[in-house]
Nanobody, 124 residues
Framework: QVQLVESGGGLVQAGGSLRLSCAASGRTFNSRAMGWFRQAPGKESEFVAS????????SYADSVKGRFTISRDNAKSTVYLQMNSLKPEDTAIYYCAAATSVVLSASDYRYNYWGQGTQVTVSS
């Protein structure tokens, strides 16, 4: 069992930055890949980024590559998403997710634990 709690969302102007955090509880955190997804109003859920259990490997959606950075601190059981150069189209609810295994994936069906989400709003 893994419980995930996101924080760090808010309102920011275009070009600004935010850092999202996802605090995990449960003994299996260190054995799982982790991911961030987002969902904008009226749109389907979208993969944002994923990270391997060690943090050595990462993967990003093309829409955020070069602007967002995913990282993790296994000692603190926390995953981060640093978001720079934010754009209005980044506005969404951002969800942290724990994968079913060590495999990085952009597919939401490979994640079986989800946080409650944190709202990110980017004004133009």
């Amino acid at each position: 069992q893994v419980q995930l709690v996101e924080s760090g969302g808010g309102l920011v102007q275009a070009g600004g930055s935010l850092r999202l955090s996802c605090a995990a509880s449960g003994r299996t955190f260190n054995s799982r890949a982790m991911g961030w997804f987002r969902q904008a109003p009226g749109k389907e859920s979208e993969f944002v980024a994923s990270i391997s259990r060690s943090g050595a490997s990462t993967s990003y959606a093309d829409s955020v590559k070069g602007r967002f950075t995913i990282s993790r601190d296994n000692a603190k059981s926390t995953v981060y998403l640093q978001m720079n150069s934010l754009k209005p189209e980044d506005t969404a609810i951002y969800y942290c997710a724990a994968a079913t295994s060590v495999v990085l994936s952009a597919s939401d069906y490979r994640y079986n634990y989800w946080g409650q989400g944190t709202q990110v709003t980017v004004s133009s």
